[in-house]
């Protein structure tokens, strides 16, 4: 039996893979980088972080989702160190992202490499509607 998905597909990219699915209601967004549509990837992790919610948004909206609709999400780092360090500033703009305190399953995983060397950080969610 097949399942009825509904399909959002954008960006660069959008020929070979989607950013979002909805089934039923349940929305599984693509891991999301902190990369802009033009291209620019900001050194700093927190920017990346900040860049890569502000795509997150974007994907969620086409549902008529917004951040409180996230119910799980999961970092992948390319630098743990890093990413320890620089906790205060990340969750710092985790909150912003999210308008609050979010509530929401997190994990952290750490990778050695993503679809570009200049990225530090993607982040995959999935939101219930």
């Known amino acids: 039996m097949a399942v009825e998905k509904e399909l959002h597909k954008s960006g660069p990219y959008a020929d070979f893979f989607c950013q979002g699915v909805r089934v039923d209601n349940t929305l599984h967004l693509a891991g999301q980088v902190g990369m802009t549509d033009t ?6 992790l927190a920017a990346q972080v900040e860049t890569a919610y502000q795509n997150i ?50 994990t952290l995983v750490g990778t050695p490499a993503l679809v570009d060397p200049r990225l530090k950080v993607e982040i995959k969610v999935v939101a219930r509607l």
Request: proline share 5%; hydrophobic share 45%; aromatic share 8%.
């Open 39 to 44: 291209g620019e990837v900001p050194a700093d």
């Open 57 to 106: 948004a974007g994907v969620l909206a086409h549902f008529g989702a917004t951040m409180d609709n996230i119910v799980d999400e999961t970092f992948f780092v390319t630098d743990m160190q890093d990413c320890m360090a620089n906790v205060p500033a990340v969750f710092s703009v985790r909150e912003a992202a999210y308008g609050k305190k979010p509530e929401v399953c997190q």
